[in-house]
């Protein structure tokens, strides 16, 4: 039977603390600058919120741009990580997309505040990090295009042009960030549902889309 070192938990656990405050310094400054604003929003301000010192936050962050940076890459990066994982499942390319559209929508929906503030505040990003973010979706919107594509040449989807479909496909369920209301008429299952059901009639060989 396998022996772990003395050393290994400790170092993970290190890594954990870490990232469990990483994580809720992203929480509180997501929450000032969804509700305040990036330009009202200070690091004195954030941590106030989390009743630590700045330097606290320099520890993890060294200004507020990375922050900023941080929120706005969270979805593109945990929507890549769906999208990869359910190309890569058995099936069809009906099934895979399906896969791909409820994975994404719940992504998006966990992660509303952190999306909206990117939509928002995009503009005040460094040009090195929204580029960083822009090559993310642009890879996301390829590889959707392709698998579009390839449901085009089985003759499960019905689209002229698969990568501009793509777009179209991604925008449907980055809108959701900016409507859905947690507690409103719509539970987010319900949302999940109607995204997929309104992409699959889009990609539908009854509708000849043409992108």
């Known amino acids: 039977m396998p022996t772990r070192t003395s050393g290994q938990r400790p170092v993970q656990l290190k890594e954990e603390i870490a990232a469990f ?13 969804s509700t305040e604003g990036y330009d009202t929003t200070t ?14 936050i320099y520890t993890y ?7 900023l940076f941080e929120i706005c890459q969270t979805g593109i990066k945990l929507s890549l990580v769906a999208l990869e994982q359910s190309l890569a499942v058995e099936g069809t390319a009906t099934d895979k997309l399906k ?20 939509l928002r505040e995009e503009k005040r ?8 973010i822009r090559v993310m ?12 594509d390839k449901g085009c040449k089985s003759g499960e989807f019905g689209i002229q042009d698969p990568s501009r479909a793509a777009i179209w496909v ?37 509708r000849a889309y043409r992108g």
């Open 99 to 118: 896969a791909v559209v409820e994975r994404v929508a719940r992504i998006i929906i966990e992660n509303q505040r952190y999306i909206s503030i990117y």
């Open 61 to 67: 962050y060294k200004n507020k741009g990375e922050l």
């Open 170 to 206: 991604s925008g449907l369920l980055t809108w959701i960030a900016l409507w859905y209301h947690e507690g409103g008429s719509w539970s987010a299952t319900e949302v999940v549902m109607d995204a997929l059901t309104m992409v699959m009639k889009m990609v539908s060989p009854g």
């Open 43 to 56: 690091l004195d301000k954030v941590a106030d919120r989390l009743n630590v010192s700045k330097p606290f």
């Open 21 to 33: 405050k990483r994580r809720r310094i992203l929480e509180e400054a997501s929450h000032l600058f």
């Open 125 to 132: 990003l460094d040009p090195d990090d929204a580029r960083s």
């Open 137 to 148: 979706r642009h890879h996301f919107d390829e590889l959707l295009g392709d698998l579009l």
